[in-house]
C-alpha cells in the first residue's frame, strides 16, 4: 500500500497551480509550483501540506478577501448528492480532494 503522503504530490502542486491560475489570471503559478514542490518528496504528509499552504500564502493575493474568493471559484463543483467530489469531471473542473487540506 502507498503511504498516504504521496496523494500530495507533483501533479496535486501542478493542479492547485493550474486552477488557481484559471481563476486569478496574474497568480504567480511558476512561483507557487517551485515553493511547494522544493523537496516535496522527502516530506511527511502534514509537512506536504504545510509547504503547499506556506506557497499559496506567498503567492496569493494579500488581501484575504481576494485570496478566499481566488480559492472559492476554483473549487470543483459540488456533486449531485451535494458534497464536493474528487471524481471526474469535477476534479478536472477545480480543485478537490488532497489539495483542499493545504487551502
Do not use: Y
Not at 504567480?28 to 515553493?35: A, N
Not at 448528492?81 to 489539495?99: F, I, K, R, V
Amino acid at each position: 500500500m502507498e503511504p498516504f503522503k504521496n496523494l500530495i504530490n507533483p501533479g496535486t502542486v501542478r493542479s492547485l497551480g493550474e486552477h488557481l491560475q484559471r481563476v486569478l489570471p496574474d497568480f504567480e503559478r511558476r512561483r507557487f509550483e517551485v515553493l511547494a514542490g522544493q523537496g516535496l518528496a522527502a516530506l511527511e504528509l502534514k509537512a506536504r501540506a504545510m509547504q503547499l499552504c506556506d506557497a499559496l500564502e506567498a503567492t496569493l493575493p494579500v488581501d484575504f478577501v481576494l485570496a478566499a474568493d481566488a480559492l472559492e471559484r476554483a473549487l470543483a463543483p459540488v456533486a449531485a448528492d451535494g458534497a464536493p467530489s474528487a471524481t471526474p469531471p469535477q476534479a478536472a473542473a477545480g480543485l478537490a480532494g488532497w489539495s483542499l487540506w493545504a487551502v
